[in-house]
């Protein structure tokens, strides 16, 4: 006897308090990768392949609870690939239909999150790039090696 997944959703109770709509939703979104994601692995093949070493998913500054997806310590740049839903691409986000109150929410954090992190890091002399995940990954290649040879230059 075959079962689909909506019955198993059904079938499986949520954990206290969950943020998730359905134990279906919750699998869905408890998949979803925080780093690694194709769009990174993309931009930071192509960085490596033009002898650009970094840092992958570190903090730029140890005082600070975020990290980067790629950090080049020595030319304080540190590089973002944001994805359109999560953080809220002007573009491509569409906003949920399921539990529409605490997803919004959860951008709007993501964004206000990302600002801060952005003037953090301006602040200690950083440089921050961020690209969206469906730029053009040569593109967002290239305007990373270029700050990054201007950076060591200047220094």
Request: aromatic share 8%; with cysteine; glycine share 4%.
């Amino acid at each position: 006897m075959s079962v689909s997944s909506s019955e198993v959703a059904k079938a499986e109770p949520l954990p206290e308090g969950s943020w998730a709509s359905s134990a279906a939703r919750r699998r869905n979104m408890q998949a979803i990768r925080s780093r690694d994601t194709t769009p990174e692995r993309k931009i930071r093949q192509l960085v490596h392949a033009q002898g650009a070493r970094y840092r992958v998913s570190t903090r730029p500054l140890p005082e600070l609870r975020r990290t980067a997806d790629m950090v080049f310590r020595s030319a304080k740049i540190a590089v973002f690939i944001d994805g359109c839903y999560w953080h809220g691409c002007a573009e491509h986000y569409v906003p949920p239909k399921t539990n529409p109150g605490y997803w919004s929410d959860k951008v709007a954090r993501n964004i206000a999150r990302d600002r801060d992190t952005d003037q953090k890091l301006k602040t200690a002399g950083w440089l921050v790039l961020r690209f969206w995940e469906h730029e053009e990954s040569d593109a967002c290649a290239d305007k990373i090696l270029a700050e990054v040879r201007n950076r060591r230059r200047i220094s």
